[in-house]
Every structure is written in C-alpha cells, then in structure tokens.
C-alpha cells in the first residue's frame, strides 16, 4: 500500500512543507518548534532525524484524521477508491 492511499493530500502538503523546513532548524527541537506535531503530523526535527537514519514516516506516526480525510472526484468514487464525493456541492455553490 503506498502512504499517497492512506493520508489525505491535505496532510501530505503538510508533511511536504515540514520537510522543507528542515534546512533550516535540522534535528533541533528548539528550532524546529514542533507545532505540526500536536496536529498529528511529523514535523521538520522528526523528518530531519528520520532522513539521518534513512528511514520512512511510519503510518502509525501520523494520526487518523489525516487518514480519513479524502475528497476524491465522482470518477475516483465510482472506480471504487476510498474518499468522499464534494463535486455535486461544489457545482451547486
């Protein structure tokens, strides 16, 4: 199963934007701030750390809200894909 099934793009995003960040505040919690971290994400000193040991974000580091959330199309429901349809309200507003 690939991690892009199983987290939201929203939350990816997220992750994507803390691992930039790791340029600049590394390994260091102090610099780093962790905030994404209360959100349920990895932030950039937990990202830095795990790229030193060359190892993945575990699924179980990132917390379910960003495993459920999911706007898919209409064709990516219909084709059995997990998510959730908004394209019939997006239309209607």
Known sequence: MSITAS?????LNHIFK???RVKECGADSKR???VIRTHGLPCACVIAKKLKLEKA?????????????SFED???????????SILTEWNAI
């Open 57 to 69: 974000i575990g699924l179980d580091e990132i917390n379910t809200h960003w495993k459920r959330l």
């Open 7 to 11: 987290i939201s793009t929203f939350g």
């Open 32 to 34: 780093c701030g962790c």
């Open 74 to 84: 209409d064709v990516a429901v219909e084709e059995g894909k997990p998510g959730v």
């Open 18 to 20: 803390e691992a930039s």
